[in-house]
């Protein structure tokens, strides 16, 4: 069985995501959204994991799928707020 990360990691890293969407101006590829996330959670002075960390991250996107968006469709790599988070 498939572990499932705790409710509040992925919250603060929602919360993550969309502070590196607002700052790149509400939308970037997946990779660079991992990329930023990882390099602030490392500047927090956070233990970093980044194949483990990539994978809640994205575990995370898909949770709050409320407050993200792939505008250019599901096969998209693209993430971006959803308009309300913008």
């Known amino acids: 069985m498939a572990q499932t990360t705790p409710k509040h990691v992925l919250e603060s890293l929602a919360k993550d995501i969309a502070a590196v969407l607002r700052s790149m101006g509400g939308s ?3 990779n660079l ?3 930023c996330v990882t390099a ?3 500047q ?3 233990a970093v994991n ?3 960390l990539r994978q809640k991250i ?4 898909e949770q709050y799928r409320d407050m993200f968006v792939r505008p250019f469709g599901e096969g ?3 993430w971006a707020l959803a308009g309300d988070m913008t």
């Open 76 to 78: 998209s790599q693209r």
């Open 58 to 61: 994205i575990e995370a996107f």
């Open 33 to 35: 959204v991992v990329d």
């Open 40 to 42: 602030m959670k490392r």
């Open 44 to 46: 927090r002075g956070e």
């Open 28 to 30: 970037a590829h997946q």
């Open 50 to 52: 980044p194949t483990d």
